[in-house]
């Protein structure tokens, strides 16, 4: 059986990362989606909400074969080796995500050989997109509907809304 791996922040899921969790779930018999647990990068949703998110969209698309999601701490390729992951799935947009993707790759296969990364080109809809410009836009109050898939995106409002309530309150005190 092979085991796929698409890690990532996911904060929030895109309609880009829908596109890749879609066509990577063909490519092996079982995909499971990483959601990394970095404080040092100051996630906007938590690692929690993140995977909750990522299900619930899961879940909106029946068609989707089954799919875990789950969070995780440290090396990538200690988890991947925990879940008998031989693959890594990554999305490359442009040629400005290359050298990371590619240094990223390398060093994970330097750290754990029997791991490859496979990588999908996003769509050319989806090129521009990204978690922190839908965070940006979500943040000026900003139309996001084209960005995330429609059953997180009063979620990703909510968030903002609070965000801004906490620090209005603040700005108060
Ligand atoms: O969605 P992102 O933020 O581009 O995802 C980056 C991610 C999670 C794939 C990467 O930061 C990662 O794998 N972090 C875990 C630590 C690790 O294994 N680093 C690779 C060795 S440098």
Known sequence: MKIGIYPG???P???GHLDIITRASGLVDQLIIGVLVNNAKKPVFTSEERVELIERV???HPEL???KVEAFEGLLVNFAKKKNASVIVRGLRAITDFEYELQLAQTNHKL???IDTVFFTTRLEYSYLSSSAV???ASFGGNIRQFVPECILQ???DKYSSIRSVNHGSKQN
């Open 65 to 67: 074969p089954p799919i």
């Open 13 to 15: 899921i895109t309609l």
């Open 9 to 11: 922040s996911f904060d």
């Open 58 to 60: 899961i879940k909106d």
């Open 155 to 157: 979620s990703v409002y």
């Open 112 to 114: 754990c050989p029997d």
């Open 135 to 137: 965070r940006e836009i």
